[in-house]
């Protein structure tokens, strides 16, 4: 599903990928990780379309992100490190507003909004404001933003940064229930036992993935 091909990238002058190369397969749950620094965040920004590598190439669904950005958009669910919501409006006017981003409209917009606050358990306080919802449940909401197009690919940046337990378990839950139903999911995270349960993991450094492999190898 994911296709990284020798990419490289610099960043204010410093080398941030120098030949990176990697295979996703559909419905993996691929756990990235490395020390601060090590180009994580960007990786997922150049998956997401948001960024473009400066060479090489990087394929979504067969879909170029260099040439054909706007439709890999539309097969990623992309969730970044900071949390992207309107603290004014409540979590249920949130979910409406990205999914008109999405293009979704009328009884379908309603029905994806329903389903993902049903998915992150918050149907209870969707009409409260993020201002009023703790950390663990913005990321929540967060997640439920990224899902409501029925994304064929999730790219999560630190989802669980800062949450309780309880959030951090059920968030998991939930992107193992995704990679199971046959998305593909790239996830970030320094909580080591969230990578170890990933199908598989990589390990940024140097520039390039120092190790691939399952977490009993």
Same mark, same amino acid.
Not at 80 to 107: D, H, I, K, T
Not at 189 to 207: F, N, P, T, W
């Given at each position: 599903?994911?296709?990284?091909?020798?990419?490289?990238?610099?960043?204010?002058?410093?080398?941030?990928?120098?030949?990176?190369?990697?295979?996703?397969?559909?419905?993996?749950?691929?756990?990235?990780?490395?020390?601060?620094?090590?180009?994580?965040?960007?990786?997922?920004?150049? /998956? %997401?379309? +948001?960024?473009?590598? @400066?060479?090489?190439?990087?394929? =979504?669904?067969?879909? $170029?992100?260099?040439?054909?950005?706007?439709?890999?958009?539309?097969?990623?669910?992309?969730?970044?490190?900071?949390?992207?919501?309107?603290?004014?409006?409540?979590?249920?006017?949130?979910?409406?507003?990205?999914?008109?981003?999405?293009?979704?409209?009328?009884?379908?917009?309603?029905?994806?909004?329903?389903?993902? /606050? %049903?998915? +992150?358990?918050?149907? @209870?306080?969707?009409?409260?404001? =993020?201002?009023?919802? $703790?950390?663990?449940?913005?990321?929540?909401?967060?997640?439920?933003?990224?899902?409501?197009?029925?994304?064929?690919?999730?790219?999560?940046?630190?989802?669980?940064?800062?949450?309780?337990?309880?959030?951090?378990?059920?968030?998991?839950?939930?992107?193992?229930?995704?990679?199971?139903?046959?998305?593909?999911?790239?996830?970030?995270?320094?909580?080591?036992?969230?990578?170890?349960?990933?199908?598989?993991?990589?390990?940024?450094?140097?520039?390039?993935?120092?190790?691939?492999?399952?977490?009993?190898?």
């Amino acid at each position: 599903m994911i296709s990284i091909v020798d990419i490289t990238k610099t960043y204010k002058k410093r080398p941030v990928f120098t030949g990176l190369s990697v295979e996703i397969a559909a419905g993996e749950l691929f756990g990235l990780t490395g020390e601060n620094g090590a180009g994580k965040s960007t990786l997922l920004s150049i /998956l %997401a379309s +948001v960024l473009p590598p @400066d060479a090489g190439e990087v394929w =979504i669904g067969g879909k $170029s992100v260099r040439q054909q950005g706007n439709e890999v958009k539309r097969l990623v669910g992309y969730v970044p490190q900071e949390v992207a919501l309107y603290s004014a409006l409540s979590g249920e006017a949130n979910l409406m507003f990205w999914g008109r981003m999405y293009g979704l409209r009328g009884r379908e917009l309603t029905a994806r909004t329903t389903e993902a /606050l %049903a998915t +992150v358990q918050m149907e @209870d306080r969707r009409h409260d404001p =993020i201002s009023a919802y $703790s950390g663990g449940m913005k990321r929540r909401i967060n997640l439920a933003a990224a899902l409501l197009h029925n994304p064929r690919v999730l790219i999560l940046d630190e989802p669980t940064a800062g949450v309780d337990m309880a959030s951090r378990s059920h968030i998991m839950d939930v992107l193992k229930e995704k990679s199971r139903q046959g998305v593909t999911i790239v996830y970030t995270s320094h909580h080591m036992e969230e990578i170890m349960a990933c199908d598989r993991i990589g390990v940024l450094k140097d520039g390039t993935l120092a190790v691939s492999g399952t977490a009993g190898n």
